[in-house]
């Protein structure tokens, strides 16, 4: 309030100058004829104090105006606001008029982006159910045939279907309206289902898998969560060259995955939830998009589940996901 009230005497010091500059002239022509200095200073004292009541008052409207637009958190606030009283100056009159017009472009750029990401969002949908198809005719071709070909071909063919999948995520992801079903879900089934779709990967890498099946029921959407396991594990699939990859529940509520690869550099740490980095890690992969672990930060804070890192140099990374959600939900 200081600040403000220093800034409105700056913007106003014009007509302080000026009202000194008449009280002076008021007193020069008193005095030219040589009339009593009482005369004069009574009306003095009582314009200058209706001149103060009148200054508050308008640092007062101002003050509230200023109050108000700085607690503006949304567009729609600006536009309740626009409506400038029939008292306002005409130059207060047509700083409104230009915020309705700004107000309305606004609107008009919304809705044109939200047909827009609509369409978009439409096509994708559309691409992915359709290249689906041959992946699937693939998935038949070659479930009849088993040779270390066929393996590796089922196996990048479940690549491209999640990297298909991770697609659609990220747009959705980006979208205001989701998909979030919330349900009762086995942790146990979902995660089978999860190493299911990635056995061939465990196979060909000849990984060890240390999993023990889980007694616990969760409350969230089967298929979000699916994909946060799925892309945790395809992590750390393409960075364990040899070794094991662990699944294991820590204190009840904390679901863990760890792996003996490579390992995070200290440094990149903090960042790998950062939307599209990818680290030292992922310098070296081409592959890596650094979209991964930012959908699966995203999708957990919608879930309300925590997820965290902890990692080291060539000894291995360790994913959690506190299942906690009522202690989760109430940071939010």
Not at 76 to 103: G, S
Not at 199 to 214: A, T
Not at 298 to 310: F, G, M
């Amino acid at each position: 309030m200081r600040a403000f009230f220093f800034d409105y005497i700056k913007q106003h010091i014009s007509i302080l100058y000026i009202t000194i500059i008449n009280y002076a002239i008021f007193f020069l022509v008193f005095y030219l004829y040589q009339l009593p200095f009482e005369a004069v200073l009574y009306p003095v004292i009582l314009s200058s104090v209706i001149n103060i009541a009148f200054f508050l008052y308008l640092f007062c409207r101002s003050l509230w105006s200023h109050q108000r637009i700085s607690s503006f958190l949304c567009i729609d606030q600006i536009r309740n606001f626009t409506k400038p009283h029939a008292l306002y100056p005409p130059i207060k009159k047509d700083f409104y008029h230009i915020m309705d017009i700004a107000c309305t472009d606004y609107a008009d750029l919304e809705s044109r982006y939200d047909s827009s990401f609509s369409q978009m969002l439409n096509y994708f949908t559309l691409w992915i159910h359709q290249i689906k198809t041959p992946i699937a005719s693939m998935h038949l071709m070659l479930e009849h045939t088993d040779s270390p070909t066929s393996r590796k071909l089922n196996s990048e063919l479940i690549h491209i279907e999640h990297y298909v999948d991770m697609v659609l995520t990220y747009i959705r992801s980006e979208s205001d309206q989701t998909d979030y079903v919330f349900e009762s879900i086995d942790l146990n089934k979902l995660i089978t289902s999860c190493i299911k779709d990635l056995r061939g990967d465990f196979i060909l890498k000849k990984l060890q898998l240390n999993y023990k099946p889980l007694e616990k029921t969760i409350i969230t959407d089967g298929k979000w969560f699916a994909f946060v396991i799925t892309q945790i594990l395809s992590n750390a699939l393409k960075y364990t060259p040899n070794g094991s990859i662990s699944i294991y529940l820590e204190n009840d509520n904390v679901l863990c995955i760890k792996d003996t690869g490579i390992g995070i550099a200290p440094s990149d740490l903090p960042r790998i939830f950062d939307k599209g980095y990818s680290g030292f890690n992922g310098h070296s992969n081409p592959s890596s998009s650094g979209l991964g672990l930012f959908l699966c930060k995203k999708i957990c804070s919608n879930l309300h589940l925590d997820i965290s890192a902890e990692s080291e140099v060539n000894v291995g990374t360790t994913i959690r996901i506190s299942l906690d959600q009522f202690s989760n939900l109430t940071k939010m």
